[in-house]
């Protein structure tokens, strides 16, 4: 297992111009991120639809590359999401996955069969042409350039240490540093998106 | 075709609507009753087909094609409309994602004589709990009213249903 942090340090050195959407990854990524207008940190807008957002903004965007930091618990509640990627196959499509084993955000309740599961056995299997498995951030550190130079749609599961939040939510320090709304706003400026 | 089919909604008539409104993806669960449409739009150059396996998908994928500057309409049936309710509350009405939800009124009878589980008598309801405007089209001559909705989802940035009150025979010949 390693650290999200760490792992987003690492990307960040080879994220070149790509959009990335964190996930619940995002209140590490915002303070690591040097190009914030290419991010787009959504919260949690409904548990289970943030690799078939992030797989239409792709095929929207073809030209662009798309990476996305999805969490094992939000996947597992739209595992079919997995299939309708692996049959468009959208070759600028790049499938993070962090997987902690648990439920983190809620106190930390185990993930069903999370000591056993294999995500990337799963994408393999629903026909990701490729999947990775890395609990070793050395080890990903080495492939994440080959990774990212490959066409997509490519599925990489990794394990993290899980940051288990036992803190009212209202207690919570907030990581947000813009709206949803500005969120929105920015990446369809930089994409050239009219308007909506 | 006979004269009473004629008179029921007709799947070039959809199909005309959505090129009409410039849809560029069609995020899809298909029921039996859609197969002709389906057919259809697998055959139009301009349109893409997402299948998707659970409707709530299909809204979070609406969402992301949206926000990348395409044009989705989601072709779903009340009881999977259900189902997505949360994802249409979250990606459609939080990300203020203008699209139109094409929904299969299945159990629609026009007399409300429905057994208690029926579908039909909770779709309304439901639209109405989340707050999202719907029209009813049955026929042909009530096709104007899908141009309505995708009009009024832009115009909103709001999700707008459109119940289609046609559906054991509608898209079948």
Redesign the interface.
């Known amino acids: 297992m390693f650290n999200a942090a760490d792992m987003f340090r690492v990307f960040q050195k080879h994220r070149g111009n790509a959009v990335v959407i964190p996930g619940r990854g995002a209140r590490h990524w915002n303070s690591i991120s040097t190009n914030p207008k290419r991010d ?1 940190p ?1 919260g ?7 690799a ?10 073809p030209n662009e590359r798309v990476v996305l930091f999805d969490s094992e618990g939000d996947l597992l509640m ?1 595992l ?2 997995l ?2 990627i692996a ?2 196959k959208p070759r600028n499509f790049y499938h993070f996955l962090m997987d902690n084993d648990c439920y983190a955000t809620t106190g930390g309740q185990p993930v069903p069969n999370s000591r056993n599961i294999s995500y990337s056995g799963i994408a393999r299997e629903a026909g990701y042409p490729s999947t990775y498995f890395f609990d070793d951030l050395e080890e990903l550190a080495n492939k994440i350039e080959m990774i990212l130079d490959q066409p997509g749609p490519v599925f990489v599961h990794m394990k993290i240490v899980p940051e288990i939040e036992n803190e009212p939510i209202g207690s919570r320090r907030r990581w947000q540093t813009r709206t ?2 500005e969120v ?1 706003r920015d ?2 400026e930089t ?4 308007a ?1 | 075709m006979n004269q009473q089919q004629q008179a029921l909604l007709s799947p070039e008539t959809v199909l005309e609507a959505f090129n009409k409104n410039g849809v560029t ?1 069609v995020v899809s669960l298909p029921d039996s009753e859609t197969n002709w449409l389906y057919q259809l739009m697998k055959a139009d150059p301009t349109l ?1 087909i ?5 409707e ?15 044009k ?1 309409v989601v072709l779903i049936q009340n009881t999977g409309m259900m189902e997505a309710g ?2 249409i ?3 459609g009405l ?3 994602t ?1 699209v139109v939800l094409m929904i299969g009124y299945r159990g629609w009878t026009r007399h409300g004589v429905n057994s208690a589980s029926d579908v039909a008598n909770f779709t309304e309801p439901f639209l109405n709990a989340l707050g999202i405007h719907y029209y009813l089209v049955e026929t042909n001559d009530d096709a104007s009213r899908i141009s309505v909705a995708f009009e009024e989802a ?1 115009r909103t ?1 709001r999700p707008v249903a459109v119940l289609v009150g046609d559906e054991y025979h509608g898209f079948n010949r």
């Open positions: 787009i959504l949690d807008p409904a548990m289970g639809g943030h078939s957002f992030a797989f239409g903004l792709a095929e929207a965007q739209n079919g999401a299939a309708t049959e468009i949803l709304d929105l990446i369809k994409l050239g998106v009219a909506q | 993806h893409t997402i299948p998707v396996s659970r709530g998908q299909a809204v979070s994928t609406a969402a992301g094609l949206a926000v990348g500057g395409k989705p949360d994802s509350r979250g990606w939080g990300l203020k203008p832009e940035r």
